[in-house]
């Protein structure tokens, strides 16, 4: 599994980014989070793709790994909109 | 090591929440996300008082432990402002 997090000021990138991240199967679970099930060589192709959509635009991308041990322990509260 | 990251459309509750990160000692790596070295029992402390202040208001906020080798093998691209 990994989690990818970014934070994109420009629009069009930001918008190319989540596209690709659902493209490789990731889940968004938040707005700028998406977490899914890759092999290691996905995770680096996927982040070698998105790492060449932000170019030289303002941001931050990471792409962390997650153990079977990590996932099963997180803490999580998701309250839908009122 | 964990990640706490967040989704909070109130202002006054988003501001809170990434008080809180930062009173743990978390260290802000995005604009919604928190990277630092907790204990399990401070991660659980941590995620207790970000859901109390988040109660019922609309939003997400996940906490995912991260292993030695999962952090070793992130990915990353920071850019700065142009």
């Known amino acids: ?4 997090v970014y934070d994109i000021t420009h629009d069009g ?8 991240c659902l493209d ?7 707005y700028s ?14 982040f070698r793709k998105v790492r060449k959509r932000l170019g030289k635009k303002e941001g931050k991308i990471q792409l962390f790994p997650l153990c079977e041990r990590d996932i099963r322990q997180r803490l999580e509260v998701i309250n839908a909109p009122v």
């Open 1 to 4: 599994m990994c989690l990818l």
């Open 13 to 20: 990138t930001r918008g190319k980014v989540s596209e690709a």
């Open 24 to 30: 490789y199967g990731l889940q968004r679970i938040q």
């Open 33 to 46: 989070a998406f977490l899914g099930d890759l092999s290691r060589t996905h995770q680096e192709e996927l």
